[in-house]
């Protein structure tokens, strides 16, 4: 059992920056690939960004490359998402996830995901 608790979110104007944390429970954290997620008012959880286990594979959404980078420490057991030139369109709650998989590949369908945060709030303002 995971448990994931995120931080970091809060309201930022458009152009602005912030870094959210998701914080694990658990010895068996490198052992998992991790994600994040977001979903804005009215529309599905979409996938955000992804992490291998060992931190030397990542994927990210076509909307957040070359702005968002996700990043781990396995010694903290956290996972990380550092956004830059936010926009209005980013606002949503932002979801850490954990994918026990043994599979080399980090996968980006929610419903691969086998853990989930309560979410942090991240809003961007025009």
């Known amino acids: 059992q995971v448990q994931l608790v995120e931080s970091g979110g809060g309201l930022v104007q458009a152009g602005g920056s912030l870094r959210l944390s998701c914080a694990a429970s658990?010895?068996?954290?490198?052992?998992?690939?991790m994600a994040w997620f977001r979903q804005a008012p009215g529309k599905e959880r979409e996938f955000v960004a992804a992490?291998?286990?060992?931190?030397?594979?990542?994927a990210y959404a076509d909307s957040v490359k070359g702005r968002f980078t996700i990043s781990r420490d396995n010694a903290k057991n956290t996972v990380y998402l550092q956004m830059n030139s936010l926009n209005p369109e980013d606002t949503a709650v932002y979801y850490c996830?954990?994918?026990?998989?043994?599979?080399?590949?980090?996968?980006?369908?929610?419903?691969?995901?086998?853990?989930w945060g309560k979410g942090t709030l991240v809003t961007v303002s025009s």
């Open positions: 996830a954990a994918d026990r998989t043994t599979a080399t590949v980090v996968r980006t369908a929610p419903y691969a995901m086998d853990y």
């Open positions: 658990g010895r068996t954290f490198r052992s998992y690939h």
């Open positions: 992490v291998s286990w060992s931190g030397g594979s990542t």
